[in-house]
């Protein structure tokens, strides 16, 4: 099994500003790299019948892939000698990082999305490195032993699970500080160890109003703190677009402007952490609606307001189920709002209806809980959970 534990680095001044000048450096390879790539790209696709009769023929070169341009880092550290001050493995890592982005343009992802053009980052938007293999025992004292920065502080707020080896360490830049992230692997832990009761099973709806609804009714409203700190973050917003650009004022209202967003987000994280954990020591098997479908209907336009929280939340609760050898089912997304949970029929309505009120069997509900309920009823229809059962 593979985790990730995260933890703040207090480094020295000196630490932080070599940290910043990798990170810049590593920028500057990262977009040549990808230049690279899109030079190559833009001259050769052409296929061969489409050839203009007078083509300018670049010159012929191979196509630049992981290997040939990881060749070019040693003439890199010749011909620009303060690369030589990086780790060799973390600036590798960046040739990684450039083959994985470009390969997601070209070819499709897993879930057969393809990406949009990779982009040049500007130096802000280039936050992370990673020692893609570290040593063992790298983990000292609350100090962090990273090649050719020294050892660094960390703040330990939680020990290192049992078991698990440490594979490789990142470091990021957030607008509060640096972090390190360790992913952490155990190969005796088996990836899942399936023992779920089918009859702990509940759908849940996502709301407009509430967070979600489960279809048992339980509604798990949004925390009114995290509201508060929306709110927070929209006002800091005005006052950075207030400031004249290039003042000085502004540049403290943008930084300021960073830490309140990771707020927001470490609040929401926190908040999605909690509900999956209460949802998954309730149920055993949780039912959710895809709502990752093509040609959104006019309730799911509404509901994708919602999306960025809620396909976070999904990935954290999938993610708990599967530790928890728990199970998170996918269920078409289709008239959940509309059918009537009791008897089937249709019940077409508008979404500031908030009313399920079924003329076929007279059965009444909120619009989400009987969402819920369908939601719910779609995934026990599931064959695979029937064989479970039996
Ligand atoms: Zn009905």
């Known amino acids: 099994m593979r985790t990730a534990y995260q933890y703040k680095l207090r480094p020295t001044k000196l630490q932080a500003t070599e940290?910043?000048?990798?990170?810049?450096?590593?920028?500057?390879?990262?977009?040549?790299?990808?230049?690279?790539r899109f030079n190559w790209y833009e001259q050769n696709r052409s296929p061969i019948n489409a050839c203009p009769l007078i083509c300018h023929l670049p010159e012929l070169r191979d196509h630049p892939d992981y290997y040939s341009q990881k060749k070019t880092l040693p003439q890199l550290k010749k011909s620009r000698p303060w690369y030589a001050e990086i780790y060799s493995q973390v600036l590798q890592d960046v040739v990684k990082r450039v083959k994985v982005t470009f390969d997601r343009f070209l070819k499709r992802d897993s879930n057969g999305n393809r990406s949009g053009r990779p982009r040049f980052k500007p130096r802000s938007r280039y936050r992370t490195f990673t020692y893609p293999q570290i040593k063992e025992g790298c983990l000292q004292d609350k100090l962090i032993n990273l090649p050719m920065l020294g050892k660094v502080k960390v703040i330990l707020h939680r020990p290192l699970p049992d078991g698990f080896k440490v594979k490789t360490a990142s470091v990021t830049k957030k607008a509060d500080g640096l972090y390190?992230?360790?992913?952490?692997?155990?190969?005796?832990?088996?990836?899942?160890?399936?023992?779920?009761?089918?009859?702990?099973?509940?759908?849940?709806?996502?709301?407009?109003?509430?967070?979600?609804?489960?279809?048992?009714?339980?509604?798990?409203?949004?925390?009114?703190?995290?509201?508060?700190?929306?709110?927070?973050?929209?006002?800091i917003q005005k006052r950075v677009s207030r400031r004249k650009k290039g003042s000085?004022?502004?540049?403290?209202?943008?930084?300021?402007?960073?830490?309140?967003?990771?707020?927001?987000?470490?609040?929401?994280?926190?908040f999605h952490f909690k509900t999956a954990n209460?949802?998954?020591?309730?149920?055993?098997?949780?039912?959710?609606?895809?709502?990752?479908?093509?040609?959104?209907?006019?309730?799911?336009?509404?509901?994708?307001?919602?999306?960025a929280?809620?396909?976070?939340?999904?990935?954290?609760l999938t993610n708990k189920a599967v530790n928890a050898g728990l199970l998170v089912v996918v269920v078409s997304a289709y008239n959940t709002s509309q059918d009537c949970s009791n008897c089937g029929e249709k019940v077409p309505k508008k979404l500031h209806i908030r009313w399920h009120d079924c003329p076929h069997c007279g059965c009444c509900l909120d619009r989400d809980h009987n969402a819920a309920i369908n939601i719910k009823n779609r995934a026990v229809g599931l064959t695979f959970l029937k064989r479970n059962a039996s």
């Open 248 to 270: 000085n004022r502004r540049q403290k209202a943008v930084k300021q402007l960073g830490k309140q967003h990771k707020k927001v987000a470490d609040k929401r994280k926190d």
């Open 278 to 307: 209460y949802l998954l020591s309730k149920y055993d098997v949780i039912a959710v609606e895809d709502l990752n479908v093509k040609g959104l209907a006019r309730t799911r336009l509404a509901k994708s307001v919602l999306d």
């Open 19 to 36: 940290i910043d000048r990798w990170l810049s450096m590593l920028c500057a390879q990262y977009n040549y790299l990808l230049a690279d």
């Open 180 to 235: 390190l992230t360790l992913s952490l692997e155990d190969k005796t832990v088996p990836e899942i160890k399936p023992d779920i009761n089918p009859d702990k099973i509940t759908g849940i709806d996502v709301g407009l109003k509430e967070f979600l609804t489960t279809s048992e009714g339980e509604t798990v409203a949004i925390p009114q703190y995290y509201r508060k700190a929306q709110k927070h973050l929209r006002v």
């Open 309 to 316: 929280g809620w396909s976070s939340f999904l990935s954290i």
